[in-house]
């Protein structure tokens, strides 16, 4: 592509254009579970979910996972989740949002902290592929910041300037990741995170993806 017109938008995945947040509630628990840790509520989740994981499990546990907990746990998660995302669609007018932003001729991206080469195959699966200029999932070891990721998603982008570029995700760490290589953020409270842990970031919250997209749009301006 040549010279970026107007914002680029990089989507989170998880939580934010894929709405999967009762298969990552579930999956928890699943892990949790095996260490004998009672279940939590979406509402518990939300206030306490942090990343990276380890730290999330911390809160819960009153200490850092062992690095065998951690194994075990992590395994567990990826295969609980595994067999119940198929169940979860897309949040409610991603696809509309994602079509009109491309035919108003702006670019958009993904980078997610989810498998790539299991993220791939889904996006591609919801018909959605073809609104990106770039899909990028995580490649290395998980429990990880999102910031270095960021910085290579970006530096892969031609044409894409970090300061017309906007964030949108669920989590506060699509926030820093957008700070660490200059760009904004907006953050969504239909995924992970609750309002109030959001809004101490000190970027935009919104409770609508169209929001979200009004948002991206003035930031940019």
Request: with cysteine; aromatic share 8%.
């Amino acid at each position: 592509m040549g010279k970026q017109t107007g914002a680029h938008i990089v989507w989170d995945w998880n939580g934010t254009l894929f709405h999967d947040i009762d298969a990552i509630i579930g999956a928890t628990n699943a892990a949790f579970g095996e260490l004998g840790l009672e279940p939590l509520t979406l509402e518990q989740y939300r206030e306490l979910y942090c990343v990276p994981v380890p730290k999330f499990y911390e809160r819960l546990m009153g200490r850092l996972p062992t690095e065998a907990e951690w194994e075990v746990m992590d395994d567990i998660f990826h295969r609980y989740y595994a067999e119940h995302r198929g169940a979860c669609g897309l949040t409610v007018g991603a696809v509309e949002l994602l079509a009109g932003w491309r035919s108003a001729g702006r670019s958009q991206s993904i980078l997610s902290m989810y498998v790539h080469e299991e993220l791939v195959p889904l996006v591609r699966g919801f018909g959605i592929e073809p609104h990106f200029i770039r899909v990028d999932g995580r490649t290395g070891p998980s429990g990880g910041s999102k910031a270095e990721h960021m910085v290579r998603h970006l530096g892969s982008l031609r044409g894409v300037d970090p300061e017309r570029t906007v964030v949108i995700g669920d989590a506060a760490d699509d926030a820093v990741a957008a700070l660490h290589v200059g760009a904004r953020a907006v953050l969504y409270t239909g995924g992970s995170h609750s309002r109030a842990s959001l809004e101490a970031v000190g970027v935009p919250v919104v409770d609508t993806l169209e929001e979200a997209v009004d948002e991206a749009e003035r930031l940019a301006a």
